[in-house]
């Protein structure tokens, strides 16, 4: 029976091998994801409506750190302008430098160098109508800037309250401090993609790492679960009858010791 105890004690050094791996492992994911995270995203709190109902007030999210010359139409940005406001502003991104940007067509719709832009996450107004602008309007972006609206076109203040401004409402492209990725609070995930924006030139942006971050923290979670439950696990199992540290073999009669 020796050699059977050897084989018995082989199997549990290696299973707790094993379950030490896999809990590093697991840890390396989980404090990796994070780690990659704070170096890629900054959190942010939205104070007001004005992006509704693509993000709630008061909803967390994410924004990738991006310099403003990575930013293209249909990207929800945060930015910080002096004539704006002291604070982080979350906008939308409708036209970039050199574009004409208008509103609104015979549908109601936005024009961007006379194409139509097609929104689907604009907050609907009175009686249920979704217009891109109750104030109409008609723009040349100059180079290097941005032209910024809100989601919620009926109660927001963006480019377009600042049109008597220099640069008629546009904010520079070194305003922006990041790309709002996902909304993590309530938990909404990533933010649908601008596609009414995709035929234009320069296209519209991909979203960052968020999805594999949070697929490398989940996974990691998982693993040192698991590696975690080896140990009760093994010993639960061994002290079952007939386990392997029961202390007599398959079939001997009770009170019969292994190895007599």
Not at 31 to 40: K, P, Q, R, S, T
Not at 133 to 141: M, P, Y
Not at 142 to 159: A, I, K, M, Y
Request: a neutral charge.
């Amino acid at each position: 029976m020796s050699g059977n105890r050897k084989a018995v004690g082989g199997h549990g050094r290696l299973g707790s091998v094993l379950s030490g791996l896999t809990v590093a492992v697991g840890c390396v994911l989980f404090l990796g994801g994070f780690v990659w995270g704070a170096l890629v995203y900054r959190p942010y709190t939205v104070p007001s409506d004005s992006m509704t109902p693509t993000i709630a007030v008061g909803s967390r999210v994410l924004a990738e750190r991006i310099d403003g010359d990575e930013v293209r139409r249909g990207d929800v940005v945060v930015f910080i302008d002096a004539l704006w406001s002291s604070s982080p502003m979350v906008k939308r991104v409708v036209a970039v430098g050199g574009d004409t940007v208008a509103c609104c067509d015979g549908d109601g719709r936005l024009t961007v160098n006379g194409e139509a832009v097609d929104e689907p996450y604009l907050r609907p107004g009175p009686g249920g109508k979704v217009v891109a602008s109750g104030q109409e309007f008609s723009v040349t972006v100059p180079e290097g800037n941005l032209f910024l609206l809100g989601d919620d076109r009926h109660t927001s203040l963006d480019s377009r309250s600042h049109m008597e401004d220099a640069g008629q409402g546009s904010v520079p492209r070194s305003a922006v401090v990041a790309r709002v990725d996902a909304v993590v609070w309530p938990a909404e995930g990533l933010l649908k993609p601008a596609t009414g924006f995709a035929a234009l030139p320069g296209g519209i942006s991909t979203p960052g790492p968020f999805t594999a971050l949070f697929a490398a923290i989940v996974a990691g979670c998982v693993l040192i679960l698991v590696g975690a439950a080896y140990g009760p696990v093994a010993r639960l199992l061994a002290r079952r009858p007939g386990g392997t540290g029961s202390g007599t073999r398959p079939g001997a009669r009770s009170g019969e010791k292994v190895g007599t």
